[in-house]
């Protein structure tokens, strides 16, 4: 559901939806193509923008929001796939921050990266939840503690327990939520 309207609804318009929700997934998937191509796609194919004059600002603005602006601005014609993992997941943020989506799903966004590069996605989670309703997917405790306002424990694909991170991870109210966090099962 977004918004009360069922997402999966005959007649819902898969376009409008991929602008709304963007996706970031587990593992990088930049493009085979230049940075620069890589973030301008989605305002480009979504029609927001289409000469190189108006996609240079949203390339530029999206590359800051995601942390990467100042690593990659003499390279933007470089080859996303050259970039390391952590600045190929950013890339992938730019990417979908660049249509300007109203949710953006994070399935395990940082399993695939080193301390480093995790550390430069959990604060750029922070900076980003001021402006975007942000789910993330993880299987790691720590994390979900340090970057959400709000946790959901699922346990075979039920919503177990629901409430503030700090309310469920001090005090559970489900026995099932307090093994899990404590380590004692999964």
Not at 44 to 51: F, S
Not at 55 to 83: F, G, N, T
């Amino acid at each position: 559901m977004l918004d009360g309207e069922d997402i999966y609804e005959p007649g819902v318009d898969l376009a409008t939806l991929r602008q709304r929700v963007g996706m970031v997934f587990q593992k990088p998937n930049p493009f085979p193509q230049p940075i620069y191509e890589n973030v301008a796609f989605g305002p480009r194919v979504l029609g927001l923008a289409k000469k190189k004059s108006e996609l240079d600002p949203i390339v530029e603005q999206s590359l800051r929001q995601a942390a990467l602006w100042d690593e990659v601005k003499d390279y933007l014609s470089r080859d996303a796939l050259e970039l390391s993992l952590g600045q190929q997941q950013r890339l992938c943020i730019a990417r979908v921050l660049a249509v300007q989506p109203e949710v953006i799903l994070m399935d395990e966004p940082c399993s695939a990266l080193d301390p480093i590069a995790t550390e430069h996605i959990e604060l750029l989670i922070h900076d980003l939840k001021q402006d975007y309703t942000i789910v993330i997917v993880t299987h790691n405790m720590q994390q979900a503690a340090r970057v959400s306002d709000s946790t959901g424990l699922f346990w075979l694909g039920e919503l177990v327990e629901f409430s503030a991170t700090r309310d469920l991870f001090v005090h559970p109210k489900n026995e099932l939520t307090e093994t899990y966090i404590t380590g004692r099962m999964g």
